[in-house]
C-alpha cells in the first residue's frame, strides 16, 4: 500500500522555523515529482514548493520565495520543507503529494497524496 506521511508540524512564533517532513512507503520514489501543498478552512488548497525527481529543479510558490527551501532524501524516500521567517498567514494544513512532474501546480494532478500535519504560527 502506498502512502505519504507527513510530520514537523506544529505552534511555532512569528519568526520561527519549522522542518516538515513526508515519508513515502509502499513503493520508491526516487523518480517520481514531490510536492507540498497548503490548505486552510473555506480556501482552496495551494501550491507551496515542488522538486523533480534528482532534486535538481524545484518550484516555489511567490508567496515563499526565500523563506522555505524543499529538497529530498531518495535514500530514504523523503522529501523536506524547511519553513524559516513563518507568518502567521502561513498557518495552514501542509500536504505533502508525489507525481509525475514536478511543474503540477494542482494538488489533484498529483497521483499520490498524504493526509497533512498542521503548521500554526502565532503572533
Known amino acids: 500500500q502506498v502512502q505519504l506521511v507527513e510530520s514537523g508540524g506544529g505552534l511555532v512564533q512569528a519568526g520561527g522555523s519549522l522542518r516538515l517532513s513526508c515519508v513515502a512507503s509502499?513503493?520508491?520514489?526516487?523518480?517520481?515529482?514531490m510536492g507540498w501543498f497548503r490548505q486552510t478552512p473555506g480556501k482552496e488548497r495551494e501550491f507551496v514548493a515542488s522538486?523533480?525527481?534528482?532534486?535538481?529543479?524545484?518550484y516555489y510558490a511567490d508567496f515563499v520565495k526565500g523563506r522555505f527551501t524543499i529538497s529530498r532524501d531518495n535514500t530514504k524516500n523523503t522529501v523536506y520543507l524547511q519553513m524559516n521567517s513563518l507568518k502567521p498567514e502561513d498557518t495552514a494544513g501542509y500536504y505533502c503529494?508525489?507525481?509525475?512532474?514536478?511543474?503540477?501546480?494542482?494538488?489533484?494532478?498529483?497521483?499520490?497524496r498524504g493526509q497533512g500535519t498542521q503548521v500554526t504560527v502565532s503572533s
Open positions: 503529494a508525489a507525481g509525475s512532474t514536478a511543474s503540477a501546480l494542482r494538488f489533484g494532478d498529483y497521483e499520490y
Open positions: 522538486i523533480n525527481w534528482s532534486g535538481g529543479g524545484t
Open positions: 509502499g513503493r520508491t520514489f526516487s523518480s517520481d515529482a
